[in-house]
C-alpha cells in the first residue's frame, strides 16, 4: 500500500506473531512480509528482509514475552530494514518486556526496563503495545523516547465479561493491579474491591482480603495485567475460598503462564481463564488485532 503520504507501507510478522500480523495487515490495507530466519549451527541468529525497503514504513510484529532468545532476530531484522533504506520502523510489541524491575530493590541490581529501552528504542521510530506494566514510571513515553501508543484491553475485556458473567464482583490481587481491575469496573459497572498482596520472592507470594461481605451473592472475577507464574492468582484464589466464596473467574490481560502456571491455576480451582493474545495462549478468548491496527494507523499518521 501506498499512504496519503505517498510512502511504501507493509508489514513484516516475526516468527511468532503471524495470527496477529496477518489479520493487522488486511485491516491496514498493507502487504505482509516475513522474514526469513534460522539458526547458524553455533546458535547465532541468520535474517534475511524480502520485502520492499527503500524508504518504506514498515509496521514489524513481535511478540517479546520469553524476550531473551527474540529480541537478536528483532534486532538485526530491525537493523536490517534501516540498512536497506526503510525510512520508519513501527514495533508493535503487544506485550512489553522488561517493565516490572523499573527501579533497584537490591544493591547492584540493574533497571531492566530502563536499560531494555535503551537497547529497543534506538532500533525503532515508534512503538505500540498493550497496557504496559506501568507502576512506579507512570508514563510509557518517560521510558521510550520514540512516538508511543498504548492500547487499552478494557473495552474488549469488558464486552467479553459481559458474556461471561451475570453478576461480578472485580478483584485487583494487590495495589498494583488497581488500575486495570478499576478500568474493567467502570465499564461494566461493577464494584471492585483490592487485595493486598506481599511478595517474598518470585514464586513466594501472600495475599489477605478486605471486608467484602457486601458483595456476598455475586461471583469473583480476578483481574490482573499479568499471569506469569500464576502465584499470585492461585493465592488469591486460596484467600477468597478460605473466607467462604466461590471459585473465581481469572481475567489476565498477558497470560505468560511460566513453569506450570496452567496446571496449577487450574488445580487452584479456577472457575474459568481468560487472556488476551498479546501473547498467544490457550486461553486466550479476546483478540486485539483490530485495536492494534488502529493504533498503528493513528500513530503512523499522526
Ligand atoms: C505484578 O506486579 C503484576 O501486576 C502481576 O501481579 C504479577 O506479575 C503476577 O505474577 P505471578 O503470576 O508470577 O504471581
Known amino acids: 500500500m501506498t499512504s ?3 510512502e511504501a507501507r507493509w508489514v513484516l510478522a516475526m516468527p511468532g506473531a503471524e495470527d496477529l500480523a496477518e489479520p493487522m495487515a488486511v485491516a491496514l490495507g498493507e502487504a505482509l512480509h516475513r522474514p526469513r530466519i534460522r539458526r547458524f549451527p553455533d546458535g547465532e541468529s541468520y535474517v534475511r ?14 511478540r517479546l514475552h520469553d524476550p ?17 533504506g526503510a525510512r520508519r520502523i513501527c514495533l508493535v510489541a503487544p506485550y512489553l518486556p522488561y517493565m516490572r524491575q523499573d527501579a533497584r530493590f537490591q544493591p547492584g541490581e540493574a533497571v531492566s526496563a530502563r536499560y531494555f529501552s535503551a537497547m529497543l528504542s534506538p532500533l525503532i521510530d515508534a512503538l505500540v503495545t498493550v497496557d504496559p506494566h506501568l507502576h512506579r514510571i507512570d508514563d510509557l513515553a518517560r521510558l521510550y523516547p520514540v512516538r508511543c501508543r498504548v492500547v487499552h484491553a478494557a473495552a474488549l475485556l469488558a464486552e467479553r465479561l459481559r458474556h461471561e458473567v451475570a453478576e461480578p464482583l472485580l478483584i485487583g490481587p494487590d495495589e498494583e493491579s488497581e488500575q486495570w481491575v478499576s478500568a474493567l469496573g467502570e465499564r461494566i459497572g461493577a464494584p471492585v474491591v483490592v487485595l493486598s498482596k506481599i511478595r517474598r520472592g518470585d514464586r513466594d507470594v501472600e ?19 499479568i499471569i506469569s ?17 466461590p471459585a473465581p473467574v481469572c481475567m489476565g490481560i498477558h497470560g505468560l503462564f511460566a513453569d506450570d502456571a496452567l496446571r496449577r491455576l487450574r488445580a487452584a480451582g479456577a472457575a474459568g481463564i481468560i487472556t488476551t493474545n498479546t ?10 488485532s483490530g485495536l492494534l491496527a488502529s493504533a498503528v494507523a493513528d500513530i503512523l499518521e499522526s
Open 279 to 288: 501473547v498467544d495462549h490457550e486461553t486466550n478468548a479476546v483478540d486485539l
Open 229 to 245: 507464574t500464576g502465584h499470585t492468582m492461585t493465592q488469591a484464589i486460596a484467600a477468597l475460598a478460605e473466607a467462604g466464596w
Open 207 to 225: 495475599i489477605a482480603l478486605p471486608p467484602m461481605a457486601r458483595w456476598r451473592g455475586r461471583t469473583p472475577v480476578l483481574v490482573d495485567d
Open 49 to 62: 528482509i524480502e520485502g520492499p525497503c527503500a524508504a518504506a514504513t514498515v509496521t514489524v510484529v513481535a
Open 4 to 6: 496519503s503520504r505517498g
Open 68 to 84: 531473551d532468545p527474540k529480541f537478536v532476530p528483532f534486532a538485526l531484522a530491525a537493523s536490517a530494514l534501516k540498512d536497506l
